[in-house]
Each structure stands twice: as C-alpha cells, then as structure tokens.
C-alpha cells in the first residue's frame, strides 16, 4: 500500500471523476450492481450547491456542498447556520477527500487469518452483502436465543451519523442492554458532576454577555464541541468589543490559551485546589451571593457529623431558622441561616456551606501554591478579579423581563474532567459558579435540561452483579450514565472477576475506533480477541482490522442523516445531511444495515417497534411494523415528525432554526429550584454519602470487587482503600482530588514528568483524517507530532529540539520528537493522541507521529467511569 500524499491527491480526484460516471476505475461488485444499487443523479453540465451538516468532528456545521458534474468540488459553511454562521475549520472544508479516499471499504469482507491484531494482515476475502448478512444474523439469531446480553454494540462517531435512538432500538429489540458510546474518553465526568449537582448536562457560557471568563481546559480554538461558536464569540467579545476578559488555566499554551488575556500554567490535576483556594478568596472578601444560595441550592441544609442531613419523621431536611431559632424543614423556615453551627439534642449540626467555608479557609496559601504550582497571589487576584466583575445582587432587563446579571463564568471540557477524579474536580468548578450566582444568570453559565428528579441527583443503586459489560452503574461505576468505554474490553478478558453473570461473546462496532480511543490499548486488543466482531465502517482502522466480517458504510457525503446540531444561547435547528454523492456506488448505509441485520435475524418488528419508542414517534409519522425503510424514508419521517415542516423544505435548506427566547434562556433550569416549594441543587452532594455506604456494604460481602479496585487504585491495604473510598465519594470537593493514583503513587525521581494530551485543529480523535491528504499537507506537524518539551526542562536533560526520545510511564513506552518550547510547564511534556496509527492496512504518512495511549495509565473515574487521560507520570530521555 506505499503511496505517497501527491500521489495519494492525485489518485483521490481521479477516483471523484471516475466514480461520478460509473466507478470504471474501481471493478464494481457485480452481487452490488445486482442489488439494484442506488446513484445519485446528476446532470452532466450542472453545477450545485446542495446545503447539508459536516460531521467531520462533533460540531455539525451547516455545510453547502458544491458539485460540478457529479463530483464535489468544494465544501463551504452554510450562512444560514445559526451554530456556525458560514465558518468552517479545515477539517469541514476538507471533508470531500474522507469521501474520495482510496483506502475506504468498497464491499464486504471476511478475514481468513484466525491471528486477531491489528498491526497483522487479516488476510481479507471480498465476500458478497449477501453472505455477509446471512453469517451475521445466524450468529445473531443463536445469541439472542441463547445469550442476548452476550452481545455489545459500541459506536462512537456513529452515533452522529445515524443517531443513538437507532442504535439503542436495535439493542433494546435485540435483548441486550450493552451498547456502548464513548463520552467517557470525553466529558463524561464533566456531565455527570454536573447530574449530581443540578440534574441535567450541556452547560454553555452565554458568552454575548460574560465579561469575565475562566475556561479551565476546554481547547475551543482547535476541536473541542462548540468550538466552531465559541472561537467566533469569544473572539468577537474580546477584540471587538473589547469587553470581556478571558483566563485560560491549563498547563499547555493552547490555541485557547493564546487568544487569552491571561494563561496560567497550572500543574496537571491540581484545578480542584485552584477552584477550593478561589472559593477561599471569594468567601474571605464576601463575594458571595447569599441569595442565590439561600433560594436555589442545599448549602443551607444542617448537616450531622455522619455527614447526612438532619432530617424530620417525614425525611425533609431541615434549617435553621434564625427568627423562631429552631430547626425547620425549609417550606417551613421563616428566616433561613446560611452559615450556621448548631447543638441540637447534644449533637452537633453545622450548614453545609459553613463546612464547605471552614474547609476552605483551612486550606494554607503556601499549600495551595506548591500543590498548583501557581502562585497564591495570582489565584487570589484572579478569584478578587472574578468576585468584582460578578456584581452580586445586580439585576438587567432584556425583552422586558428582569434578570439576574452576573457576566462570570467558570467553564471547562476535557482539560480539567479527563481525570480519575474529574467528576470532583468539575463540582469545585460549579461550587465557584455558585457563590457568585452564575448559573443560569445573564452572562453566567447557562444550564441545560435541568430535572431535578434525575437519578443522579438520588443515591445509587450499585447494581452488583453488573448487568452491562462496560459495568455502567454498578457498584464499580455507580453514576456511570455515559457509558464506560474503555471497560469492556477488560471485561471480555476477565468477566468473572467482575462478576459479569453471562458471557460477552460477539460485537458489533459502528464508526467507533475504539482500541486506539481509550488508555492501554495493549490491554484493549486483548480483550477484543475474545470476542467474534462485526465492524461498520468507511476504512480498515485498527478497531475494524480486528473484526471477523467488516462491511463498508456510506460518509456522510453519501447518505441521508437526520443530523445532531449544536444549540447556541441564543438559537437552536433541526438539520439533516442528503447525499452529494456515492463515489463507490455502496448499496447500503449504516442504517439500512441494521435494517437488513434485523430482518434476517427475525426481530424486524421488535426494532421498529423500540424506534418508534426511542424517537417517540406515533399516530401517522412513524416507522410501520413488517416494512423496511431505506435512510431517506427514514430521515423523512424524523423531519417531518420533528418539524412539522415538508420534506422538500429540509432537502432545499438543509435546517430550520429557532430563535431560542429570553424564558427558554434564563428561566427554564435553574428556576427549578428557585424558593419554596422547590427541591434544592446539590451544592452539597448528600447522594455521595448513601453510595459510598452502599459501595462499602458490596465490597464486604464480596471479595472480587475488594480486589478490583485495590488493583485499579493501587492499595494493598483494606483500612488505606476504605479512606481512600471515604475521599472519592466525598460530598464536597477535597484537595485530596488533586491526587489521582499515579500522582500519589509513582516515585518522584523515576517518574518526574506529568503527561497530558490535547487535540490539533487538523484531526479528529482516532479517526479517519490521518488519511486526508489536505488535511495532513496543512498540519505543520503532521509528520511528527512532536513531544513538547519545556527548554529549560529539555536543556537540563540534555535533550535538543527535533531529538528523539522515549517517554516512558508505568505501564510502557513510546518514541518522538521533542518540541522545544516556553509554551509549557516545566514539569509537563505534552503529546496530541490523534497520531502514531498502526492499522495494517494504512499507509506509512497515516502512520507517523506518536499514540500516547499506549502508556496513559488506566485508573477510572469511581463516580462516572472516566477515563484517566491527564493524569499519567512519566520519564523522558533521548533515544
Ligand atoms: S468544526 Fe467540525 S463540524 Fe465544523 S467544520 Fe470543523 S470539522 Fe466540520
């Protein structure tokens, strides 16, 4: 497969060409051209613009594609987008060659080599759609007789394409509750700390009026979700308005952090002891809203030395009432008391906020520097700066109504979540938020969906046995409700020391490459040996060079999607994606798959059936029992059910949009908790303290989960791993958090170097972009992917710039070049993990550069399940 990037364009734009009139280039499958297979009209002089959604990353950009003759020509941002306002990044704009890709699957294969790895040639066989289909449902048809649960779907990508609801309804009318999505290589820990605290995920700051902006690891000027609205708002706010200030606390000098005002390059892990040491400054000043915390959150609930709330014979928590000096449940309270100690019947009570300010205060500024690493009287400026310009206790009127105004936002993604402990890290992030009032205040941080009965918000069940192979909610992940990706791989190895009381036996992957995705991936090839896999995708990528059948999918330049879109604070749309072209003439999508599986396997009925449920669909827009639909029938369906509008609209424009008004905006989530009446957010998450009891309960009674997690956090001792458990599921964030295992436990001298890892503008996670030959002529560092390195670090180590050197953690080790730059700490070396790929059936360009996944060190995230990306120690020397 030797071919170079030139030769690699040449060859791409001549398949555009030669595909549009008939794929005489490529020999088409004759059993495809049999089955009727479907192209995409053109005339032969026609030149159009055809409006559509990018999917090259997570922000669903509206797109217009420009086709000449039958073959794409240029891709440009759709003006009409109320996300992304006619912008697109270079991924969007050179999405075109993800279609015209000589390395994608032209027609179904089997492997004949039994020898599952994927840097081995699975010796493909083409094989027909038809044999492909019969082999796939006879297995399916004996598991679900037998074993259902033994079968896990994974997708991740593909969920953007064909959307969850599709793929939960196959799983649901299959009979197995494994389907597994990959937020937890994401923001899983992010939005679940934001269930605990406030019942719904999606924050957003509402940046058309914040004026003072701390973003803590969210790189929204290269990849990251709202990137493509962010860069342009912030930018907007900052250069031409000259009227908003933005803080960027990471380790690394992203492309965020460049466009700041300010970088602070905080040591990695540490953000929970920054955010508790503002909390510090903040109270210390009295920059506190005493309202917002008194009406909407439990900060005023008493709390008993067992860490539970006092609480009446009906189970109501209780406050103190200042005017009738009694404790009362908080409808009752006349005068409640915001930071209170109590005696009551001898024992001692104290509000939850005079906890969280007593624990605060304790916290010493010379700790709190040499644990950040950032100098106390920065953190202490900063939380001075942020108090001023909150302006507790102001109120602003927009479209008539009365609002609170409080333009400060704390906000984060990835940077400050991916960690062993990022659920706790992000609650100190939202705390902040708190005392000032932000949430859902004008120019604040706005909230999204928020339900106060959400199951976050209550203490787990602990399932044990686990019912899911990727152990979601059970008693190893308790409030895992974003799937756990990188587990099931580690549960196929070993399902009985999880305690998994049926047998994982087969997989079905959906444009998800999730070997190279998640940490140790040694240990994920593993365990997907295990199992007999199916694999829908575009290319051979390391996941699908591990599959027993592969069969190609259409891009999304080819098939109908009733596309996700990314709201804004101010608008939101419904868009889907219509085929521009089919460059290898593919009879079937993603969707018609399943369909097909479905059918063939006998539970056709069951699937539509659980779609018309997912989707909530019914009376006459919905899918109908015993038919078979093709995508367009589908997506038509979904627009017309979704919209109320004509299907003719949706292929004209390609989205419809709303103006999100001032009451969906500010009123519509946290008001939820405004005042009596009314449940209260968890400043305080008491639902922590019953799910440890839970945990611990478990864990006496079985000795397999004892020894799971002394193996995942490293503690041999019974009495060390109860505390340690006693800090995890800490209602309050603790500067503990600021220590995931290979911080604690990892010798200084050996392993002196923190790892992080970051994404580039120009690739999208382990996907298929180290094939775009643009793409990868633009990237300045395509070809190396450096190691960066501080200079000084660096010249003390000997180490020049361009050099090769291994950086070895714990669990292995990996080659690349130094970067020398001021750009990062001194004890922080840096490695982007799109690069580095090993399929066998890519080509050398697509290989270069280094996969830092192969030494991150795999300590999950007990609360959510995510993966420890950011917290690996590592060595480095020359090679
Ligand atoms: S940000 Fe994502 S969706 Fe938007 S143009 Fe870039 S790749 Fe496409």
């Known amino acids: 497969m030797g071919i170079t990037r030139r030769e690699f364009i040449k060859k791409s734009l001549g398949i555009a060409a030669v595909a549009a009139i008939g794929d005489l280039f490529f020999d088409i499958d004759k059993l495809s051209a049999q089955e009727s297979m479907k192209e995409i009209p053109f005339s032969p002089e026609e030149d159009v613009l055809i409006p559509s959604t990018d999917v090259m990353c997570v922000n669903f950009c509206g797109i217009r594609v420009r086709r000449v003759n039958g073959v794409i020509r240029a891709i440009y941002g759709n003006p009409e987008s109320p996300y992304n306002k006619g912008h697109l990044c270079p991924k969007g704009q050179a999405g075109m060659f993800h279609t015209y890709n000589p390395y994608r699957i032209k027609r179904p294969l089997k492997r004949t080599n039994p020898n599952k790895d994927p840097r081995e040639d699975p010796k493909w066989k083409e094989i027909s759609w038809e044999e492909a289909f019969n082999e796939i449902a006879e297995k399916l048809k004996d598991l679900r007789n037998r074993n259902p649960k033994g079968l896990t779907f994974h997708w991740s990508h593909g969920k953007y394409l064909i959307q969850d609801q599709f793929l939960k309804a196959f799983c649901k009318a299959f009979g197995t509750p494994n389907n597994v999505h990959r937020t937890t290589v994401c923001e899983a820990a992010r939005h679940v700390a934001d269930e605990l605290t406030w019942g719904g995920h999606g924050i957003l700051p509402d940046l058309d009026y914040t004026k003072y902006f701390i973003n803590m690891g969210s790189n929204f000027a290269e990849a990251e979700q709202w990137a493509r609205w962010m860069d342009r708002t912030i930018m907007k706010r900052i250069v031409d308005d000259r009227d908003m200030k933005m803080v960027v606390v990471e380790p690394r000098l992203s492309n ?59 189970g109501n928590p209780l406050v103190w009432d200042e005017k ?10 006349e005068e409640i008391a915001l930071d209170k100690e109590v005696q009551i019947d001898g024992k001692k009570y104290k509000t939850a906020f005079r906890i969280f300010k007593e624990y605060v205060l304790s916290l010493k500024d010379k700790e709190v520097e040499d644990i950040t690493g950032v100098p106390y009287s920065t953190i202490k400026r900063i939380a001075e700066e942020f108090g ?57 941080l706005l909230l999204n969906k928020a339900d106060p009965n959400h199951k976050n918000m209550k203490p787990s069940k602990c399932e044990y046995p686990p019912n899911r192979v990727d152990l979601a909610e059970s008693v190893f992940y308790p409030y895992a409700t974003h799937n756990v990706a990188e587990q099931p791989a580690l549960t196929y190895s070993e399902p009985e020391k999880y305690g998994l009381p049926y047998k994982p036996e087969m997989c079905i992957f959906y444009a998800t490459n999730r070997i190279m995705s998640t940490s140790e991936i040694e240990k994920q090839i593993e365990g997907f040996k ?34 996700p879109t990314r709201e804004t604070p101010d608008s939101s749309h419904k868009a889907i994606r ?84 001032v009451k969906e905006r500010y009123l519509s ?74 911080h604690r436990k990892r010798n200084e001298k050996e392993y002196p170097f923190y790892l992080i890892t970051y994404k580039r503008m120009y690739r999208n996670q382990t996907d298929t972009h180290a094939l775009n030959p643009i793409l990868n002529e633009i990237a300045h560092d395509a070809d190396t992917n450096y190691v960066l390195i501080n200079t000084k670090t660096a010249h003390k180590l000997g180490i020049k710039d361009e050099d090769w050197v291994y950086v070895e953690s714990k669990v292995g080790k990996v080659k690349g070049i130094a970067k020398l730059t001021e750009g990062i700490r001194p004890d922080t070396v840096a490695i982007s993990y799109h690069y580095g790929r090993f399929s066998s059936a890519f080509p050398d360009f697509a290989k270069k550069g280094t996969m830092p996944n192969l030494i991150i060190e795999l300590h999950p995230d007990i609360i959510s399940g995510h993966n420890s990306f950011n917290d690996t120690k590592v060595k480095i020397y020359k090679t």
């Open 388 to 444: 001023k310009n909150a302006r507790i206790g102001e109120t602003i009127e927009i479209e008539g109504k009365k609002l609170r105004y409080r333009p400060v936002a704390i906000y984060t993604f990835r940077g400050l979540s991916a960690k062993e402990y990022g659920s706790q890290n992000w609650r100190a992030g939202l705390i902040v938020n708190m005392l000032v009032g932000s949430l859902d205040a004008v120019g604040g």
């Open 578 to 661: 219509q085929p521009i072209v089919n460059a290898y003439n593919l009879r079937y999508g993603a969707l018609e798959i399943l369909f097909e599986i479905a059918k063939r396997a006998g539970f056709l009925d069951e699937f539509i059936e659980e779609i018309n449920k997912e989707w909530k669909l019914g009376g006459e827009k919905k899918f109908e029992k015993g038919k078979m639909y093709n995508s367009e029938e589908a997506v038509k369906i979904l627009w017309e059910a979704g919209t109320g509008k004509p299907f003719d609209y949706a292929i004209k424009n390609g989205l419809i949009a709303k103006k999100i008004d």
């Open 669 to 742: 989530n946290a008001e939820k908790y405004n005042g009596k009446g009314k449940p209260k957010m968890h400043f305080y998450a008491e639902q922590l303290v019953f799910t440890k009891e839970k945990v611990f309960e478990i864990m006496d009674k079985n000795e397999n989960v004892k020894k799971v997690f002394m193996e995942w956090y490293e503690e041999n001792d019974e009495k060390e791993l109860k505390k340690l458990l006693e800090i995890k599921f800490s209602p309050l964030p603790l500067k503990e958090h600021a220590f995931p295992t290979p």
């Open 530 to 563: 295990k199992v007999y896999s199916v694999n829908i995708n575009v290319v051979l990528d390391e996941t699908a060079q591990m599959a027993d059948i592969v069969l190609p999918d259409k891009t999304y330049l080819e098939d109908w999607h009733y596309s």
């Open 324 to 333: 009738n000096s009694k404790a009362l449940p908080y409808d009752s309270a």
């Open 256 to 314: 965020a952090a460049c466009k700041a005002n300010e970088w602070i390059p905080i040591r990695p892990g540490k953000d929970v002891v920054f955010l508790l040491a503002m909390a510090k400054e903040l109270i210390k000043k009295g920059y506190i809203d005493k309202e917002f915390l008194i009406n909407y959150t439990d900060a005023v609930f008493l709390v008993g030395e067992d860490k539970k709330f006092l609480r009446d014979e009906k």
